[in-house]
Nanobody, 124 residues
Framework: QAQLVESGGGQVQAGGSRRLSCVAS????????MGWFRQAPGKEREFVAA????????VYSDSVKGRFTISRDNDKSTMYLQMDSLKPEDTAVYFC?????????????????WGQGTQVTVSS
């Protein structure tokens, strides 16, 4: 069974930066796309970013494009989300996900494996 564990969440002031990490363990293959979703209180889960199995391709939501950077290190079975120029509206629980295949998708249904999430709170 594949497992994903996020870390790096916490409180940060608006304009600041934070880096999230996601370590994969268990029955994990490097040939899967991975990504990040987030969910703010009272809102639906929202796609944030995704990365292909080899890191060559990435896709971002319009709300984070230019501020967040997704990357992965397959040797370490770890994916990252570098978040810069954070805004209060970025406050949410951030989830690490693994896809069905190596392709990139924005829909939550295309990611069968989810981590437990890590809270990011941005204060103004």
């Amino acid at each position: 069974q594949a497992q994903l564990v996020e870390s790096g969440g916490g409180q940060v002031q608006a304009g600041g930066s934070r880096r999230l990490s996601c370590v994969a363990s268990g029955r994990i293959s490097v040939y899967y796309s991975m990504g990040w979703f987030r969910q703010a209180p009272g809102k639906e889960r929202e796609f944030v970013a995704a990365i292909s199995w080899n890191g060559a391709d990435t896709v971002y939501s319009d709300s984070v494009k230019g501020r967040f950077t997704i990357s992965r290190d397959n040797d370490k079975s770890t994916m990252y989300l570098q978040m810069d120029s954070l805004k209060p509206e970025d406050t949410a629980v951030y989830f690490c996900v693994r896809g069905y295949s190596g392709k990139l998708y924005r829909g939550a249904g295309s990611y069968p494996v989810w981590g437990q999430g890590t809270q990011v709170t941005v204060s103004s």
